[in-house]
Structure formats: C-alpha cells, structure tokens
C-alpha cells in the first residue's frame, strides 16, 4: 500500500474539512492511482521534451496519415440526454470562492466551468476549499444552492494541467501529481452520487498535448470506473485544443477518448502562447499585439475554430468555442450605455461563433447570460449543431499562418500590466482578477508574458514610434511606472506594497529569460516566494 503523507496540516477552521477529504479511504485511492499511472506521467514529461526539441529543428506540423484520421466513419459513444446542449458554461469559476460558486450554481446555464487550472490558485487553503464546496454542493448541503445536483447546471470539473506538481503532498517519497491530485479526490467522493444523479462526473483536460496525453486520461477513466464501479463509459470529458501540438491530432485525441468523449474546447490564449513556446524564437512566429491583430476574424485562428468544430461534427461530438471575458461594471444591471455597448460587443463575436458551427461557448459574468441565452435562441432551434458540417479544407499553412501587424505601446503596457497583476494576485492566493473591464486569468497572462519575452527577442519597433524599439530598458521602465501607479492606487498596506515589488522583479525575470518557463503557473507554483508565503502559516506534518 502506498504512503501517502500530507505535508501541511490544516490552515485555521479547516482541520474538519481535511480530515473529511482526506479520509483513509481517499488517501488509499490517491495512493494506489499514482503507483499506477506515476512511470506514464514522467514518460509524458520526456515526449513533451523529446518533441521540444524535435519541433525546434522541424519548420512546421503536420497531419497524420493515422487510421483514426483516415476512416471517416467511427463516431463517439452517445452522450446522455443532459450532454446535448452545452450552449452556455461559466468559466474560470474557482469553487474556493464560496459566493461566487454558490452565485454560479443558481444560473441559468448548461454547465459551470468548475477549475482548479486557469482561474484557480492551488494554495493548501484553496485546495480544501474547493473539493469542500464541491462535494458539499455533490451532497446537497451547501448554503445558498440548490438542494439536489440534479437542477444544478452541470459541474464540469477542470483538474489541474499535467505541468503543476502537488508540493503538499508526498506519495512514496515523490511530491505528488497535481492532476492526479484533483482528478482522484473529486472522483472518489462525489463520482457514485453524480453518476446515480445523472450528472457526470464530467471534466475539462487543460494543456493536453496530442493524443498520447488523451491516452493517458482514457487510461485513468477507465481504472477510476472499475475501482469505484461505476459503470465503464460513465466519466465524459472535454478536451481543451489550447496546445498547437492538439490542434494537429484532433482526430485521434477524439478516437482515444471516444467511450468518454464530450468533445473539444477552444483555448484562443492559452493557444497563441503554446504557439510562441513551440516557435517563438524563429521570426516568421513573431506574434503581433494582440489586443489589436489578434482575433478570431485571423487566418490561424479561424482556421482552428473551423478545424475543431467539423472535426467534432463528423464525430458526432460537441465544438465549443472560448470565454468571452468581458465584464460589466460593479452595480451594474446592464442597462446603462456602457453596459450595453459591452453587451452587444459580446453578442456580436459569439454571433460569428454560432455561425461558425460551435455549440456553446463561456462566458465569466452571470449578468450577460441571460442575453447570451436570447442569443441563442433566437439563432439557433436545436440543442445542438453537430449536424453542421462545413465544406473547408484547412491546410498546416492555414494554422500557423501568423497575422501581419505591429507593436504598440499601449499594447505592451497592457501585457506588462496583465503579467504583473497575476503574479501579484497569485502571491496573494488568488487565480483571477479584474482589469481594464476584462476577467484575466493564467492564459491571459501567458500570452501577455510571452508576448513581451518574443518582443524583446527581436527587438521589434514601436508602430507609434518606430524610431523606438521594445527593449529591456523600455520594458523595465514601463514595469516601474506601472508599479509605482499600482503602489498608490491598488495596494493598501505595507505586505502588498511589497508584494507587488516582488511581482514587478518576477515578471521582468521571465520577461528577460534566455529559455523562459513554457507555463507562468508552473514558474510561480514552483517559486520560493509563493510556497513561503502560503506555508508559513501552516504547520509541517514532518
């Protein structure tokens, strides 16, 4: 039997909430999933550096000639009555936020985007938390939400991504997986109850990277089911193309899930930065500012909605596209001008989605479901739109055909902002927060810091000045200005002064690094700092 050895004990008023989750029977489940499934997951971190450095010697991707994309003929496993529509989820909903879970559980939407990656900041509090609201809710006694899962909208749990290691948790000597960590907790207290309730269990599998990694997750359903004993097939999943490497394995990510497949997710963020991790240092991948030529209006990415949504179709499964992260302001009930103007900038791009064939989409603010749900409506008289498939041909050279455009200033102070401020509210614990009227997350602050990373790599001009280029001193002098106008107006005490000094110092570490981490959230969860700050007020259970 494994030993499993918590390293934290339990943060103040939580030392019911661990016991509970971590009782003897999950610690014997989590054990026995990583003595199983441990020697695949290193072997997934060698492919991903194998292919690093294949990718980093080839020009380009390519389709396979692989049986699964050549027989047209083979189709998911059906998917349950409630799975047919997935016109509306709530995204980056972090269950650790008690009001905005319990806010997001009463709305009128398909499914709730329930995270623990993008959104979510994994501290040992947060953790507890989280699974805590989740199997309350599971159970039924959570305050303030429904009764019973079953008029719930559907709880789509988003484990952690495969580069996010547990440091709370050693399993026979080894800091444990996070994923594995998420994935087996929630599995195992709440998967009999929403598989008898109908309801799931269902997931979203972030940073998937090809189909070998779709594999894996297969391979971890299928054991999950036979030791709880629910039936095979019960679990169903969504994978997020949010990988450039995915993008070109479709097909076959489908067919390797295909008994617990719910289909495919667009990532648009998470994707323009896995493009710059993968190609980055070669010119023609030099990506423009992105707030002002990069939209789903652009060869590359329309080309990937396309892709992804005949792709699902012709397999009987799901296309769902991206989260609109805008945000309207606090107080507002929607009918002031600004208001609409943002409500009807939202309507407008998840227009040309639904045209495009997609499902359904995320959006982060209740307040404009229910005129997405209008939308919907109105555009579409189906549950779903499967039976659309479209007569394109996408081309590798469609994929990665980068948008022409330039830098701008405003461009760069907005992604040197986005960059800072997450670092910032990830020292504090926090996943997501609030800028410029937009929700921002990791994957805004992946593409944000990679963006200046490559700008500065090429040292490439300013289109307002284009005697100037982005440089180091450009950019460190625009992380100072920022810091200072943060220090007055969003910092309140000395310990958040001094947090945002470290978050201006990290930020320029990855803005300048020679080979810069391929995740922001690994960076931080891996950093003294961060692991200093949320564990001091912890005991050690060594």
């Given at each position: 039997?494994?030993?499993?050895?918590?390293?934290?004990?339990?943060?103040?008023?939580?030392?019911?909430?661990?016991?509970?989750?971590?009782?003897?029977?999950?610690?014997?489940f989590?054990?026995?999933?990583?003595?199983?499934?441990?020697?695949?997951?290193?072997?997934?971190?060698?492919t991903?550096?194998q292919r690093?450095?294949?990718?980093?010697?080839?020009k380009?991707?390519?389709?396979?000639?692989?049986?699964?994309?050549?027989?047209?003929?083979?189709?998911i496993?059906?998917?349950?009555?409630?799975?047919?529509?997935?016109?509306?989820?709530?995204g980056?909903v972090?269950?650790?936020?008690?009001?905005?879970f319990?806010?997001a559980?009463?709305?009128?939407?398909?499914?709730?985007q329930?995270?623990?990656?993008?959104g979510?900041?994994p501290?040992?509090k947060?953790?507890?938390?989280?699974?805590?609201?989740?199997?309350?809710v599971?159970?039924?006694?959570?305050?303030?939400?429904p009764f019973?899962i079953t008029?719930?909208?559907?709880?789509?749990?988003?484990?952690?991504?495969?580069?996010?290691?547990?440091?709370?948790?050693l399993?026979?000597?080894k800091?444990?997986i996070?994923?594995?960590?998420?994935?087996?907790?929630?599995i195992?207290?709440?998967?009999?109850?929403?598989?008898?309730?109908?309801?799931?269990?269902?997931?979203?599998?972030?940073?998937?990277?090809g189909?070998?990694?779709?594999?894996?997750w297969?391979?971890?359903?299928?054991?999950?089911?036979?030791?709880?004993?629910i039936?095979?097939?019960?679990?169903?999943?969504?994978?997020?193309?949010?990988?450039?490497?995915?993008t070109?394995?479709m097909?076959?990510?489908l067919?390797?899930?295909?008994?617990h497949s719910?289909?495919?997710?667009?990532?648009?963020?998470?994707?323009?930065?896995?493009?710059?991790?993968?190609?980055?240092?070669?010119?023609?991948?030099?990506?423009?500012?992105?707030?002002?030529?990069?939209?789903m209006?652009?060869?590359?990415?329309k080309?990937?909605?396309?892709?992804v949504?005949?792709?699902?179709?012709?397999?009987?499964?799901?296309?769902?596209g991206?989260?609109?992260?805008?945000?309207?302001?606090?107080?507002?009930?929607?009918?002031?001008?600004?208001s609409?103007s943002i409500?009807?900038?939202?309507l407008e791009?998840?227009?040309?989605e639904?045209?495009?064939?997609?499902?359904g989409?995320?959006?982060?603010?209740?307040?404009?479901v229910?005129?997405?749900?209008?939308?919907w409506?109105k555009?579409?008289?189906?549950?779903n739109?499967?039976h659309?498939i479209?007569?394109?041909?996408?081309?590798?050279?469609?994929?990665l055909?980068?948008?022409?455009g330039g830098?701008?200033?405003?461009?760069?102070?907005?992604?040197?902002?986005?960059?800072i401020?997450?670092?910032?509210q990830w020292?504090?614990?926090?996943?997501?927060?609030?800028?410029s009227?937009?929700?921002?997350?990791?994957?805004?602050a992946?593409i944000?810091?990679?963006?200046?990373?490559?700008?500065?790599?090429?040292?490439?001009?300013l289109?307002?000045?284009?005697?100037?280029?982005?440089?180091?001193?450009?950019v460190?002098?625009?992380?100072?200005?920022?810091?200072?106008?943060a220090?007055k107006?969003?910092?309140?005490?000395?310990?958040?002064?001094?947090?945002?000094?470290?978050?201006?110092?990290?930020?320029?570490?990855?803005?300048?690094?020679?080979?810069?981490?391929e995740f922001?959230?690994?960076?931080l969860?891996?950093?003294h700092?961060?692991?200093t700050?949320?564990?001091?007020?912890?005991?050690?259970?060594?």
């Amino acid at each position: 039997m494994a030993n499993v050895l918590l390293l934290q004990s339990p943060p103040p008023k939580l030392e019911d909430v661990q016991k509970k989750i971590f009782d003897e029977g999950a610690k014997a489940f989590l054990g026995k999933l990583h003595q199983q499934f441990d020697k695949d997951v290193d072997e997934l971190f060698k492919t991903r550096l194998q292919r690093m450095v294949e990718l980093s010697t080839k020009k380009v991707l390519s389709f396979k000639a692989s049986p699964e994309r050549i027989d047209r003929l083979w189709k998911i496993a059906s998917l349950s009555s409630r799975l047919q529509n997935r016109h509306l989820d709530l995204g980056d909903v972090s269950a650790s936020n008690t009001a905005h879970f319990v806010s997001a559980l009463n709305a009128d939407v398909q499914g709730i985007q329930v995270d623990f990656d993008d959104g979510h900041c994994p501290t040992w509090k947060n953790q507890l938390m989280a699974y805590h609201n989740i199997l309350s809710v599971v159970s039924g006694k959570l305050p303030g939400a429904p009764f019973s899962i079953t008029t719930c909208p559907i709880l789509m749990l988003r484990p952690r991504a495969w580069n996010m290691i547990d440091h709370d948790i050693l399993i026979d000597g080894k800091e444990a997986i996070g994923p594995l960590v998420d994935f087996g907790i929630l599995i195992y207290h709440t998967a009999k109850k929403l598989y008898e309730a109908n309801s799931g269990p269902y997931f979203y599998l972030s940073k998937v990277e090809g189909a070998s990694e779709a594999k894996l997750w297969n391979d971890i359903f299928v054991w999950a089911q036979n030791e709880l004993h629910i039936p095979q097939g019960t679990i169903k999943a969504c994978v997020l193309i949010e990988n450039i490497v995915s993008t070109f394995e479709m097909d076959e990510i489908l067919f390797a899930l295909r008994e617990h497949s719910l289909g495919l997710n667009c990532g648009i963020w998470d994707y323009c930065a896995s493009i710059i991790a993968k190609f980055g240092t070669k010119k023609p991948f030099l990506l423009p500012d992105r707030n002002k030529y990069v939209n789903m209006d652009r060869r590359f990415l329309k080309s990937y909605m396309q892709l992804v949504v005949n792709t699902c179709h012709l397999r009987g499964a799901p296309a769902t596209g991206g989260m609109a992260a805008a945000m309207l302001k606090p107080g507002s009930i929607g009918t002031e001008n600004s208001s609409k103007s943002i409500i009807n900038n939202v309507l407008e791009a998840k227009l040309k989605e639904i045209e495009m064939g997609v499902d359904g989409f995320m959006v982060y603010d209740s307040r404009i479901v229910p005129h997405v749900n209008e939308l919907w409506k109105k555009s579409s008289t189906t549950p779903n739109q499967i039976h659309r498939i479209f007569d394109v041909t996408v081309t590798p050279d469609d994929l990665l055909a980068i948008p022409a455009g330039g830098v701008t200033l405003q461009g760069l102070k907005h992604n040197v902002a986005v960059s800072i401020l997450f670092i910032y509210q990830w020292l504090a614990g926090v996943g997501h927060f609030f800028y410029s009227g937009n929700v921002e997350d990791s994957a805004t602050a992946e593409i944000s810091r990679y963006q200046i990373w490559q700008w500065i790599r090429f040292g490439v001009p300013l289109e307002d000045d284009p005697a100037r280029q982005v440089t180091a001193k450009l950019v460190e002098k625009t992380a100072a200005n920022f810091a200072a106008h943060a220090h007055k107006n969003l910092c309140r005490s000395n310990a958040e002064r001094k947090r945002l000094t470290a978050a201006r110092y990290m930020s320029m570490e990855i803005f300048l690094s020679r080979n810069p981490p391929e995740f922001i959230t690994s960076y931080l969860n891996d950093n003294h700092k961060f692991r200093t700050l949320h564990n001091k007020s912890l005991l050690s259970n060594l």
